[in-house]
């Protein structure tokens, strides 16, 4: 482990003692990619989000007991990913170290803050303080550990399996509330989604033998969840068309085995940048799962 951090220090420094011309050349690269990039996503965001809903002046609103706070954990999770993915763009431009951390690292928090304020001039939604602590939260994880130990040893990550329903109208109201695409599914489907923090043992334990790429994970998901609050659905005048009060909604948590793909060593720079941007997703292991009060081992778990 400890040659391993070497290579990555080393790396970093190769970076660092670019030409000041290149360096300024990259800097320019990344600013206008950066620029470039996310106006593009926010208008495209916009466009199939926020345009067709009425607007009004900005409010806030409380929805920290919805979804079972799954929707605050995928909060943090994107802008730790969202954080980690321009630090390390900001790390190729061999800019210093902390000035790297804090512009890369808070980009994540700045990037969801943008979207929360178009929640709260939007009439359906509004301005969520739990949204933006937990954006804050997310990015915050990502500085912390690169000032502290100069890589991250503890690791968030995201799993997803599609839910399939044996009851027709249930599969129904999944696709009326959490979309019928997968994709849509998978980023709105509370059911279906998993969240983990993987630490990285080596690291925390360098004198032992265990390998570098092991990792234990700590998950937490939901089940049963078929509305914000309760499984009740309304229509526009106020009908209930939906009423399954009789699922219960519940937590799940997991303990499993996890590998840390930047630890697999490779001269190919091109599957090194793969294996970062795949680290963000957790692999698919078996696991122990505590929910309902009872634990049972799950063979595999996404």
Same mark, same amino acid.
């Given at each position: 482990?400890?040659?391993?951090?070497?290579?990555?220090?080393?790396?970093?420094?190769?970076?660092?003692?670019?030409?000041?011309?290149? +360096?300024?050349?990259?800097? +320019?690269?990344?600013?206008?990619?950066?620029?470039?990039?996310?106006?593009?996503?926010?208008?495209?965001?916009?466009?199939?989000?926020?345009?067709?809903?009425?607007?009004?002046?900005?409010?806030?609103?409380?929805?920290?007991?919805?979804?079972?706070?799954?929707? +605050?954990?995928? =909060?943090?999770?994107?802008?730790?990913?969202?954080?980690?993915?321009?630090?390390?763009?900001?790390?190729?431009?061999?800019?210093?170290?902390?000035?790297?951390?804090?512009?890369?690292?808070?980009?994540?928090?700045?990037?969801?803050?943008?979207?929360?304020?178009?929640?709260?001039?939007?009439?359906?939604?509004?301005?969520?303080?739990?949204?933006?602590?937990?954006?804050?939260?997310?990015?915050?994880?990502?500085?912390?550990?690169?000032?502290?130990?100069?890589?991250?040893?503890?690791?968030?990550?995201?799993?997803? =399996?599609? +839910?399939?329903?044996?009851?027709?109208?249930?599969?129904?109201?999944?696709?009326?509330?959490?979309?019928?695409?997968?994709?849509?599914?998978?980023?709105?489907?509370?059911?279906?989604?998993?969240?983990?923090?993987?630490?990285?043992?080596?690291?925390?334990?360098?004198?032992?033998?265990?390998?570098?790429?092991?990792?234990?994970?700590?998950?937490?998901?939901?089940?049963?969840?078929?509305?914000?609050?309760?499984?009740?659905?309304?229509?526009?005048?106020?009908?209930?068309?939906?009423?399954?009060?009789?699922?219960?909604?519940?937590?799940?948590?997991?303990?499993?085995?996890?590998?840390?793909?930047?630890?697999?060593?490779?001269?190919?720079?091109?599957?090194?940048?793969?294996?970062?941007?795949?680290?963000?997703?957790?692999?698919?292991?078996?696991?122990?799962?505590?929910?309902?009060?009872?634990?049972?081992?799950?063979?595999?778990?996404?």
């Amino acid at each position: 482990m400890q040659g391993r951090l070497v290579s990555l220090v080393s790396t970093a420094n190769d970076y660092s003692y670019l030409p000041k011309e290149k +360096k300024q050349r990259r800097i +320019k690269i990344i600013t206008a990619t950066n620029i470039i990039g996310y106006s593009g996503a926010m208008v495209g965001l916009y466009s199939a989000w926020y345009k067709n809903y009425p607007q009004t002046n900005l409010h806030s609103f409380n929805d920290n007991k919805e979804w079972k706070q799954i929707d +605050k954990i995928g =909060h943090a999770y994107s802008a730790y990913a969202e954080s980690k993915a321009s630090m390390e763009l900001w790390r190729w431009t061999g800019i210093d170290r902390k000035k790297r951390i804090w512009i890369g690292g808070m980009s994540g928090a700045f990037y969801q803050t943008v979207i929360e304020t178009l929640d709260g001039f939007s009439k359906e939604w509004g301005w969520s303080w739990g949204d933006f602590s937990a954006n804050i939260l997310g990015s915050g994880m990502l500085v912390a550990q690169e000032l502290a130990w100069d890589e991250q040893r503890i690791q968030f990550k995201f799993s997803f =399996h599609r +839910k399939f329903y044996n009851d027709p109208v249930l599969n129904q109201r999944s696709n009326k509330i959490f979309g019928s695409s997968t994709a849509e599914r998978f980023l709105k489907d509370y059911n279906g989604q998993t969240y983990w923090l993987s630490a990285n043992l080596k690291s925390f334990f360098p004198k032992s033998n265990l390998p570098a790429w092991l990792q234990l994970s700590v998950g937490t998901g939901a089940e049963g969840l078929f509305g914000a609050n309760e499984n009740i659905g309304k229509d526009d005048n106020g009908n209930i068309i939906f009423n399954r009060t009789n699922i219960k909604r519940y937590r799940q948590w997991y303990l499993a085995p996890d590998i840390d793909l930047t630890k697999i060593k490779t001269n190919k720079k091109g599957i090194k940048v793969a294996l970062n941007i795949l680290n963000i997703v957790k692999f698919p292991m078996p696991s122990l799962e505590y929910s309902n009060g009872k634990f049972r081992l799950n063979a595999i778990t996404f």
